[in-house]
């Protein structure tokens, strides 16, 4: 690639406590800096405070209604009094208060896509990262699809070049996420894709542009930065179990369904049961508390009361907020039964045998991929003995699984770092 890059953008939609993405972010402020040392980085969020001191860099918020850390709004405090008082005002007569928020809305927006434009048009190089940023999953075709899109864009009107650099796309069913995918592509400079079903996914949609397929970049993770712990001598093994917020009306965005979360919940239960039953240890763990903490909750009241997270017992649940306490929380683990992609990730990296519980194709087609899927449940039809079937597979196997797991982090890290080399080494920028 060319053209010497002295400042750099990088734009996910991270920032609320979503571990894999901050792995991500790790990555990729790690491998440029160790290629452009005196590379200038900075981020582009969802929660700018949030990433500015998690990965002490500068951050600038991918949308104007972002909220901060302290949980106000991007408005300075006398603003927000105000706009507070005029909101409380313009309620009391229905149709002004209906014309003005649109309005007040699109005001807003024209502001922050030109303070961004700004900020874009300082940059030498705009990096959009992440997992599924071309995916309506969350919130529709405003959410993800429209903001790369209009990076995308704002780059282009800047004549800074774009590189979309291991993504994942789909589901894009809405025809606006399949017009700001196909165009965020074709307005990249370059693009790679973490699996070839988002490669196949947008060249469908008529994406007419050369794109690669790189693992995705987690895989790049150099563990020894972290100090992952040894797991400890114990009488028994332990399980890692990762409950998330399937279907949860408070958390769960892309479906809301009562019956169906608590179905889960009834059978992650069980199985939990099962474990303490066979001599197994467990402890609850996640990877994204904004959307797991209901789900952590509820499970814990569901276990026998000797087995309370909150108990001296065998059942263990210890919630943590950054990626080296997490991984050096996993390094513990045996065994790890996970519904997220990078949790699936993270246990290839730590050579841990996993079960993943699916809840969208990214997964099915990760575990298909490392010759894995025999070891993947949908997790809204899997049932207790289909898991633990599945589980007692997985313990007989699981000297096989560890070292199939360490050449795949092995194989997957070094194509990362030769994408990395491609893209951000200085010999090949002159």
């Known amino acids: 690639m060319d053209g010497t890059y002295k400042k750099i953008g990088i734009l996910d939609h991270m920032g609320w406590g979503n571990l894999g993405d901050a792995a991500l972010q790790e990555v990729f402020i790690a491998n440029i800096k160790k290629r452009l040392p005196d590379a200038c980085l900075i981020a582009f969020s969802l929660n700018p405070d949030d990433t500015r001191e998690r990965h002490n860099i500068a951050s600038y918020p991918i949308i104007w209604s972002y909220t901060r850390c302290n949980g106000s709004d991007s408005l300075p405090a006398k603003a927000a009094d105000l706009n507070s008082k005029l909101k409380s005002l313009l309620k009391r007569f229905n149709i002004f208060y209906a014309l003005a928020k649109p309005i007040r809305n699109s005001v807003r927006e024209v502001a922050h896509l030109i303070g961004s434009y700004r900020v874009v048009r300082s940059l030498d190089l705009l990096v959009l990262s992440g997992g599924g940023q071309l995916c309506e999953l969350w919130r529709g ?9 209009k990076f995308c864009v704002l780059a282009k009107l800047a004549r800074t070049p774009v590189f979309i650099v291991g993504v994942g796309a789909g589901p894009l069913n809405h025809p606006l996420s399949k017009f700001f995918a196909k165009w965020s592509v074709r307005l990249s400079r370059y693009t790679s894709f973490r699996d070839a079903e988002s490669q196949a996914l947008l060249r469908a949609l008529s994406a007419k542009t050369k794109t690669y397929v790189y693992p995705d970049p987690a895989y790049a993770l150099d563990l020894s930065d972290y100090a992952t712990a040894k797991p400890e001598k114990r009488s028994r093994p332990k ?19 009562e019956a169906i979360y608590r179905r889960y919940l009834d059978k992650l239960a069980a199985f939990s049961s099962w474990l303490l039953a066979h001599n197994y240890d467990l402890e609850v763990f996640t990877a994204e508390i904004s959307v797991d903490r209901y789900a952590i909750e509820d499970l814990g009241k569901m276990l026998p009361k000797d087995a309370s997270p909150n108990g001296t017992s065998r059942v263990t649940c210890t919630p943590v907020l950054n990626l080296k306490e997490l991984l050096a929380q996993m390094a513990t683990f045996d065994f790890v039964i996970t519904a997220k992609f990078h949790g699936v990730i993270f246990s290839h990296l730590l050579a841990k045998p996993v079960i993943a519980l699916s809840y969208h194709p990214k997964i099915d087609d990760l575990m298909r991929t490392v010759g894995h899927d025999r070891y993947c449940l949908d997790i809204e039809h899997f049932d207790v003995a289909s898991l633990i079937e599945t589980f007692e597979l997985l313990v007989q196997n699981s000297d096989d699984l560890s070292s199939r797991f360490r050449r795949t982090a092995e194989t997957y890290g070094n194509a990362v770092q030769a994408q990395f080399d491609n893209l951000f080494h200085p010999r090949l920028q002159e």
Do not use: K
């Open 141 to 149: 075709p405003w959410s993800h699809p429209y903001n790369v899109f």
């Open 239 to 257: 399980v890692g179990l990762n409950p998330i917020g399937f279907c949860d009306p408070r958390r769960w965005a892309p479906r809301e369904d």
